[in-house]
C-alpha cells in the first residue's frame, strides 16, 4: 500500500489513499526548468491527457498538480528594479506555459 522512489537524489514516499482520498492542488511536484526546450518538453507530456492550468501550473492525467517553471522567473522576479519585475509578474500571470522569451520580452519593456 506504499512505495518509495527517489528523483534526483531525493526520496519520496506515496501512500495508496483509497477511493476516499484524491489528489489536489495542495500538493504539487515543482519542476525548475534550465531551457525552453525542457519547459516545452516536459509540459508537453504531462498535459497529454491532462489539462494546463495558469502560471505554469498543469494536472496531469492521473489528477497531480506539477509546476513546471524555468528558471529565468525566478531570476527575473528577483531584479532590483521594481519596474522590471512587475512588468515580468503581470507578463507570467498572463500565461499557461510559461514561455522565457515573452518573461524577457517584458523585462526589456517591449
Not at 489528489?23 to 504539487?28: D, N
Not at 522565457?100 to 520580452?105: C, E, G, P, R, S
Amino acid at each position: 500500500m506504499s512505495a518509495t522512489f527517489e528523483l534526483e537524489g531525493q526520496q519520496f514516499m506515496a501512500l495508496n489513499g483509497g477511493p476516499v482520498y484524491h489528489f489536489t492542488p495542495a500538493i504539487s511536484l515543482f519542476v525548475n526548468c534550465a531551457t525552453q526546450a525542457e519547459v516545452d518538453e516536459l509540459w508537453d507530456k504531462l498535459c497529454a491527457g491532462g489539462k494546463p492550468e495558469r502560471c505554469g501550473w498543469l494536472v496531469d492525467k492521473f489528477g497531480l498538480s506539477w509546476q513546471i517553471i524555468p528558471t529565468a522567473l525566478g531570476e527575473l522576479l528577483q531584479d532590483p528594479d521594481p519596474m522590471k519585475s512587475q512588468r515580468v509578474m503581470y507578463a507570467m500571470l498572463q500565461m499557461d506555459k510559461i514561455e522565457v522569451d515573452k518573461l524577457q520580452q517584458a523585462y526589456a519593456g517591449e
